[in-house]
């Protein structure tokens, strides 16, 4: 019991020096990575860059014991950012105390709610987001994350809540554009692209080994850094107007109370709700993916705890929300990472940063975080998705185009929330509108298939419909109408046969509709039968008089109950021989 709580007294027993070395190297690579992440993630929220250090640190702790990934790296992503901004602003002013508060609050909320929620066994919430929608919201978050950081790299000041607002500010200023800034910002938005792709075999090409070529690589954000301060001291940036990061305060995460101001928590917790949700999808997803390459698995319940934990280490540091992100999971995957472990070890490696290296980043322009920002974002707008889910399901196409169009034009919270609506919306309209069809036989054989799809065998007198989903309150009145309508069109019809094989589930209000449809049939004449019920379905039609008022049979196949059903009139239940033989 405690180990299904403490996932780190399982792996931590078969703790070696040969996994900790895997853990170091993968720590020390994630390190590199994520040190520039944290200070561009924190002025994306809105928030001081030492900010993004403190969500860096014990948070990773929390999530090395009560995690189960083994190579989920937790800490700030652009999402959340983008979030805790949205969700801060709308409470204070940015800059203010007020704001860090709101922020240190919302990772406090956020962790206590995937807390509970993993301790009372709700990790199938996260099934209430669909693919189309996460990857819709996604796509228009990183479109507005990237549009909001142009205004670094132009130099200029310019503002808004939805992309609209954002691109007729950014036209309105466009004038004041800071040309030195421009001349930072440019030069490390197209270095970081083509360290991104063009690094790795440049390197290799010049004779450096794939693996030094690798992590070389990775470090291409902190090269990024280095020669852009190298390049604000000589040329005197700042006293140019190119705003820079300034001071850092050097130590660690200093220990900081989340608001207890049941106004501002009745103004957060919904934002904490959604930033709950979409963090713990976005961090599954990720860790589910990694899990399955090394045959590994995850706990969804416990993720939920793990990072909940991580949340709520994250606002007693002083820190933001926080989740798994992909980009430095990927890294810490590929790195050789064994166990949590690794995400400790790369948070001594932040806290080092943040005690020794602060100093050094005084003359950091902000052009080269916005840059960052910029280039991590846009690998995650998909404009592939459009075009597949167009062509295969009109349905899921129509959510995802209004996430990512609602998302852009309202904001983060209101594309979260018509997105989770729409698909709701249409999951209940897919559920009421079940799919049946008549079917017949497939001659030499007992198997039956749609008549529209196949060439198949059917007596006049006997209909079959298979039903395709459970009948529920959802569906229930759709089928009887359905069954009705087809039952009006044949006129010779003694039979109905209804194929349960694939109904999982019949409650009340299907139950009431096979009633009706019974007591209609009985009155034409026609008998109702069923076929290839499940046990479960079954076990409960026996509790109650429905079978004993069916004016028909229960079959155990279908086709048993049309050999025996079409013999009624002393017709043959196979076809003749001159009947076409082979499908559609």
């Known amino acids: 019991m405690l180990s299904r709580y403490l ?14 070395t895997s853990d170091l190297v993968a720590a020390v690579i994630v390190t590199i990575m994520l040190i520039p992440q944290s200070l561009a993630y924190a002025l994306l929220a809105g928030l001081p860059p030492v900010v993004g250090l403190y969500a860096s640190i014990l948070p990773l702790v929390a999530y090395a014991i009560f995690g189960t990934s083994r190579t989920l790296a937790v800490g700030p992503v652009a999402v959340i950012s983008l979030m805790t901004a949205s969700a801060a602003g709308a409470v204070a002013a940015q800059g203010t105390t007020q704001y860090l508060e709101a ?28 693919h189309p929608v996460i990857s819709g919201f996604i796509t228009a978050s990183g479109i507005l994350i990237a549009t909001s950081q142009i205004k670094h790299i132009l130099g200029i000041s310019a503002g808004g809540d939805n992309w609209p607002d954002m691109l007729g500010a950014l036209a309105g200023a466009i004038g004041d554009t800071n040309v030195w800034t421009l001349a930072i910002g440019i030069p490390a938005t197209a270095f970081l692209f083509w360290v991104r792709k063009g690094m790795k075999p440049a390197l290799i090409a010049l004779g450096l080994k794939a693996r030094a070529a690798d992590i070389t690589s990775k470090a291409g954000p902190v090269i990024a850094v280095a020669l852009t301060i190298l390049a604000a001291i000589v040329f005197d940036l700042g006293a140019k107007g190119v705003n820079l990061v300034g001071e850092i305060p050097a130590g660690l995460p200093p220990f900081a109370m989340p608001s207890t101001d049941l106004t501002l928590i009745e103004q957060l917790w919904v934002p904490a709700l959604l930033i709950s949700i979409i963090g713990f999808v976005e961090s599954v997803s990720v860790a589910q993916t990694l899990a399955a390459k090394r045959r590994q698995r995850i706990v969804p319940d416990q993720e939920l705890i793990g990072l909940g934990a991580s949340n709520i280490a994250s606002a007693f540091s002083g820190g933001y929300p926080v989740t798994g992100g992909f980009a430095r999971s990927v890294v810490n995957f590929d790195a050789g990472a064994q166990t949590p472990a690794a995400g400790a070890f790369t948070a001594v490696g932040i806290a080092l940063a943040s005690l020794f290296l602060t100093p050094l980043l005084y003359s950091l322009p902000i052009a080269t975080l916005a840059a960052t920002i910029i280039v991590a974002v846009l690998s995650l707008v998909d404009l592939k998705t459009p075009r597949e889910l167009w062509a295969y399901s009109k349905g899921d196409f129509t959510a995802h185009i209004a996430t990512i169009g609602i998302t852009l034009l309202a904001g983060v919270e209101m594309g979260v929330i018509a997105g989770v609506s729409v698909g709701l919306l249409l999951y209940l309209w897919r559920a009421s509108r079940p799919h049946a069809a008549i079917v017949g036989r497939v001659p030499e054989t007992e198997h039956f298939r749609n008549v529209d799809r196949h060439n198949v065998f059917t007596v006049p007198h006997v209909l ?7 009948l529920t309150y959802l569906n229930a009145r759709w089928l009887e109408e359905y069954v009705l309508e087809r039952v009006a069109e044949k006129p010779e019809l003694r039979h109905v046969i209804l194929m349960a094989s694939a109904v999982n589930e019949i409650d009340a209000s299907g139950l009431e509709s096979l009633e009706a449809i019974n007591h209609r049939l009985r009155d034409g004449g026609i008998g109702l039968h069923f076929s290839e019920v499940k046990g479960p379905v079954m076990d409960r039609l026996k509790r109650i008089h429905f079978l004993d008022e069916l004016n028909g049979k229960v079959f155990l196949s279908q086709s048993r109950a049309f050999a025996e059903l079409a013999k009624d009139d002393g017709l043959q239940s196979d076809p003749p021989d001159d009947f076409p033989r082979g499908m559609i």
């Open 103 to 130: 922020a240190i609050t919302l990772a406090a909320l956020s962790g206590v709610i995937l807390a509970v929620l993993g301790f009372l066994r709700m990790g199938f919430l996260a099934n209430l987001l669909s």
């Open 7 to 20: 996932p780190i007294l399982e792996w931590g027993r078969r703790y070696d020096g040969s996994t900790a």
């Open 464 to 470: 079959s419909i298979r039903i395709d989903e459970s």
